[in-house]
């Protein structure tokens, strides 16, 4: 999509269509907030402005509203479309659609959750290494057991700590 300075559409493609339910038509000349959720409004005018003080912008999440007012969660790119005098003219952006990004993050951090649920909850001492063989997981059995705090061997090679007196 793009925008003129102030904030209103002048070009949809086809996909921004799909992902809004609105037609060109309905867009074109129309403030590019009338379809950002509420809560994400202050972020994307914030985003709109420092483009136009030539400020670069790093990729930024909101969610935009569906015409049926379902939300969408879209990362956006955007950048300052020029004139030949190197005068702002607009912005020129590229929307991805994160939900499915989304839905994977979350039913990852659900899976670790159980997991690390699961390995505190355990009384048999056990700890996880990568395979650098750094500890990632060391479990409250195992601090007992070793009487070593998991944030003392944590990111380290020192797992055989709990077990001998030399590496």
């Known amino acids: ?18 992902v809004t339910g ?3 038509d309905e867009l074109l000349g129309r403030l590019f907030t009338d379809v950002i959720a509420p809560e994400s409004k202050e ?14 912008g790093a990729p930024y999440e909101i969610d935009i509203l569906h015409k049926d007012g379902s939300r ?7 950048t300052t479309l020029l004139d030949e005098n ?9 929307g991805r659609d994160i939900t499915e990004r989304n839905q994977a993050e979350s ?5 670790e959750d159980r997991l690390h649920s699961i390995l505190q909850g355990s009384p048999i001492s056990t700890f996880v290494i990568d395979k650098d063989h750094k500890v990632v997981y060391w479990n409250r059995a195992l ?18 700590r709990a077990f001998y007196s030399t590496e």
């Open 1 to 18: 999509f793009t925008v003129d300075r102030q904030g209103k559409f002048t070009y949809i493609n086809p996909r921004f269509e799909i």
């Open 22 to 24: 609105r037609t060109a």
């Open 43 to 56: 972020i994307a005018t914030t985003q709109f402005r420092k483009g136009f003080r030539g400020e670069k």
């Open 72 to 78: 969408i969660p879209v990362e956006f790119n955007v």
């Open 86 to 94: 190197n005068q702002p003219t607009g912005r020129y952006g590229i």
């Open 107 to 111: 039913a990852l951090k659900e899976s």
């Open 143 to 160: 601090e007992e057991l070793s009487q070593i705090p998991a944030y003392e061997v944590i990111g380290t090679r020192g797992q055989w």
